[in-house]
């Protein structure tokens, strides 16, 4: 088993920042794909960024060049620079690991997966 508990998450203004930290224990060798995903209540959940073998970041198109995702592995927690926020990035934040042959937040994270409890981000214009 691997948990993953977030946190970080707040209210702030738009173009203000915040950092979202995941930490990972237990199995954590089990996963070699880390990402970050959003959902708003009634939406369907979206990916935004993973974190690869190798530190291979990858990122959605709306939030590239304003979101950084990056691992500390001594401490086994992911991390999610969100600058210059937008009200549109107001959602609840996820957490997910898994093993994947291609790291990508695409693809089939239902089953197989770790999930964290989430974390509130609320961005006011």
């Known amino acids: 088993q691997v948990r993953l508990v977030e946190s970080g998450g707040g209210s702030v203004q738009a173009g203000g920042s915040l950092r979202l930290s995941c930490a990972a224990s237990?199995?954590?060798?089990?996963?070699?794909?880390m990402a970050w995903f959003r959902q708003v209540a009634g939406k369907e959940r979206e990916g935004i960024a993973t974190f690869g073998p190798g530190g291979a970041a990858r990122y959605r198109d709306s939030v590239k060049g304003r979101f950084t995702i990056s691992k500390d592995n001594a401490r086994n927690t992911l991390y999610l620079q969100m600058n210059n926020l937008k009200p549109e990035d107001t959602a609840m934040y996820y957490c997910?690991?898994?093993?994947?042959?291609?790291?990508?937040?695409?693809?089939?994270?239902?089953?197989?997966?770790?999930w964290g409890q989430g974390t509130q981000v609320t961005v006011s214009s």
């Open positions: 997910a690991a898994a093993w994947k042959v291609v790291c990508s937040y695409g693809g089939n994270w239902n089953s197989g997966s770790y």
């Open positions: 237990g199995n954590t060798d089990r996963t070699n794909c």
